[in-house]
């Protein structure tokens, strides 16, 4: 089933107004749940309080960040037992981590394989540079991202892993990546997971696109035949532009 997540970042600014948007998705979401999985990613103030709204909505929670171990003396840090207690999924190694928080491959692939060990979804993303993308070396840094942070990953964790190839030009930019050149690097991704964990295994990790994605975009991401949905940024914060997003995911992958 494809995955439509919505990661919220930094925002909106208050409680209320997350509430609101959870509301404004919920109802369609249900509707959908036959054909599309779709996950929220809110800050984590205010994981508990959505968890409390969406229960049996079918809509499932994650969180933007997870550290690597499981308890102990790491102020700041949140460990993946905590967010399974209230959390499906979580999101691994987002470029503005390691832009940001200089999260390095390394980092990535030890949150990924804590939060994978401790039975929670994990999206991983990868995605190169405005310069590597220039450069024509976009296939040299994903293939190496991939590499990085799968380096723990087992076979059986499959089912719940996914990649979310985000290019970060196309992040938060209104560029989203031709549609050719996003099927060609997840092509690459599939294949370099098949390398790791067996070809078998690796069909049952999801690949998603990120980046710009927006309801008047999204179909031509999700029909393309390796793309299991998309990750969106900015249009999750405005809930009829996620739900129009959702309703055409549900579309496209209803008639496959
Ligand atoms: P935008 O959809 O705002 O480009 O953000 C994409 C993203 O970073 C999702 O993780």
């Excluded at 049996?56 to 933007?64: M, N, R, T």
């Excluded at 981590?97 to 993303?125: F, N, P, Q």
């Excluded at 999700?222 to 532009?241: I, T, Y």
Aim: charged residues 20%; aromatic residues 8%.
């Amino acid at each position: 089933m494809p995955l439509v997540a919505a990661n919220w970042k930094m925002n909106p600014s208050n409680l209320d107004d997350a509430l609101d948007l959870v509301r404004g998705v919920m109802s369609v979401a249900r509707g959908q749940a036959q054909n599309v999985e779709v996950a929220i990613f809110p800050p984590f103030p205010w994981l508990l309080s959505v968890s409390d709204l969406i229960i049996e909505s079918g809509v499932k929670l994650g969180a933007q960040n997870v550290f690597w171990e499981m308890k102990g003396a790491y102020t700041g840090e949140v460990s993946p037992p905590m967010l399974k207690a209230i959390c499906q999924w979580v999101i691994v190694g987002h470029s503005e981590r390691r832009l940001y928080l200089a999260e390095t491959d390394e980092m990535i692939a030890k949150k990924t394989a804590a939060a994978l060990s401790a039975e929670l979804g994990v999206i991983m993303c990868v995605g190169e540079l405005a310069d590597h993308y220039d450069a024509g070396m976009s296939e040299q840094i994903v293939s190496g991202q991939v590499r990085a942070g799968l380096a723990s990953v087992a076979a059986d964790d499959s089912a719940r892993l996914v990649i979310a190839y985000e290019p970060v030009w196309a992040i938060g930019s209104g560029r989203n990546a031709d549609p050719e050149f996003a099927y060609k690097t997840m092509r690459l991704i599939r294949r370099i997971v098949g390398e790791m964990i067996g070809a078998g295994a690796a069909r049952k990790v999801r690949i998603l696109y990120g980046g710009s994605v927006k309801a008047s975009n999204v179909q031509q991401y999700v029909e393309l035949p390796l793309c299991d949905g998309v990750l969106v940024g900015g249009a999750s914060l405005d809930a009829e532009e996620f739900v129009k997003i959702v309703k055409t995911t549900s579309e496209v992958y209803g008639h496959r």
